[in-house]
T-cell receptor, first 109, second 112 residues
Framework: RKEVEQDPGPFNVPEGATVAFNCTYS??????FFWYRQDCRKEPKLLMS???SGNEDGRFTAQLNRASQYISLLIRDSKLSDSATYLC??????????FGAGTRLFVKA | DAMVIQNPRYQVTQFGKPVTLSCSQT?????MYWYQQKSSQAPKLLFH???????NEADTPDNFQSRRPNTSFCFLDIRSPGLGDAAMYLC???????????FGPGTRLTVT
């Protein structure tokens, strides 16, 4: 089993739609969780950190469920500019950071 | 204001010809990482430096080496590139091991 698993998609949604991504992880000792965004042929950039209490940043909401070992990202009112690959990232300690392969999102007019 | 800079952005090398990729940072971060990313795959950590302490991932081939002469610079040396080493190489920095990582724009390596 992979340490981090994501649905590769692609998710094709119209503008204004709400879309949710899930990411499951196998290492129960994972300490920190992040969502990164990566545009085509560009570097990953931090979208948001994920906390047990959940956190929201504008149209984006992230949740962590430690018991079930998954994190989620919800995007509301999708924009064309949200089209990208969303990477689930875990820090497991000792400078070990594990990236998921990403979920591709296409938002269409 | 560029924070993590990688040079060159595109590198073409011949099979077996050594190549060096460079990374510099203006963030004064303790940790510098090198990742390899192939198309539609996750970035794969090759190694990292915490200050001057080097840590190689267990599955990183011996063909890949790194140097960090000072806080600002880090180099990735590929001693004998093979066709399978063609990829995007990403440099990243973080203040500590568990904090946000800042990535450079990457160097896309082609091996002919």
């Amino acid at each position: 089993r992979k340490e981090v698993e994501q649905d590769p998609g692609p998710f094709n949604v119209p503008e204004g739609a709400t879309v949710a991504f899930n990411c499951t992880y196998s290492n129960s000792a994972s300490q920190s969780f992040f969502w990164y965004r990566q545009d085509c042929r560009k570097e990953p950039k931090l979208l948001m950190s994920v906390y047990s209490s959940g956190n929201e940043d504008g149209r984006f909401t992230a949740q962590l469920n430690r018991a079930s070992q998954y994190i989620s990202l919800l995007i509301r009112d999708s924009k064309l500019s949200d089209s990208a690959t969303y990477l689930c990232v875990l820090y497991t300690g000792g400078f070990k950071t594990i990236f998921g392969a990403g979920t591709r999102l296409f938002v269409k007019a | 204001d560029a924070m993590v800079i990688q040079n060159p952005r595109y590198q073409v090398t011949q099979f077996g010809k050594p190549v060096t990729l460079s990374c510099s940072q203006t963030l004064n971060h303790n940790v510098m990482y090198w990742y390899q990313q192939k198309s539609s795959q996750a970035p794969k950590l090759l190694f990292h430096y915490y200050d001057k302490d080097f840590n190689n991932e267990a599955d990183t081939p011996d063909n890949f080496q790194s140097r960090r002469p000072n806080t600002s610079f880090c180099f990735l040396d590929i001693r004998s590139p093979g066709l399978g080493d063609a990829a995007m190489y990403l440099c990243a920095t973080s203040r500590e091991g568990d904090s946000e990582q800042y990535f450079g724009p990457g160097t896309r390596l082609t091996v002919t």
